[in-house]
Nanobody, 124 residues
Framework: QVQLVESGGGLVQAGGSLRLSCAASGVNFRNYNIAWFRQAPGKEREFVAT????????YYADSVKGRFTISRDNAKNTVSLLMNSLKPEDTAVYYC?????????????????WGQGTQVTVSS
């Protein structure tokens, strides 16, 4: 049974930082590209960042580029998202997702496995 569990969300003031973690089990972690998506109230779930299975390539949404950093530790089956210079518009539930496919990584459709999400709230 594949399981992705997010942690690290919380309440932070604008300009602050948070580090989210995604822990995977029941899957050969090294075979999967991992992404973070987010969903704000009343909005569609949107792509935030993704990292390839080797960690060799990363991709970011324009809205977070330069502020967020995605990384992974294949020995620990974890992926992290370091979020700096947070803005109120970053407020959302953040989800990690896994896919064994290599195309369309900015879109939801390739991702077969999803976590339950962790809430991030940025106050102004």
């Amino acid at each position: 049974q594949v399981q992705l569990v997010e942690s690290g969300g919380g309440l932070v003031q604008a300009g602050g930082s948070l580090r989210l973690s995604c822990a995977a089990s029941g899957v050969n972690f090294r075979n999967y590209n991992i992404a973070w998506f987010r969903q704000a109230p009343g909005k569609e779930r949107e792509f935030v960042a993704t990292i390839t299975w080797s960690g060799g390539s990363t991709y970011y949404a324009d809205s977070v580029k330069g502020r967020f950093t995605i990384s992974r530790d294949n020995a620990k089956n974890t992926v992290s998202l370091l979020m700096n210079s947070l803005k109120p518009e970053d407020t959302a539930v953040y989800y990690c997702a896994a896919t064994s496919l290599d195309a369309g990584l900015r879109y939801r459709s390739p991702y077969l496995y999803w976590g339950q999400g962790t809430q991030v709230t940025v106050s102004s």
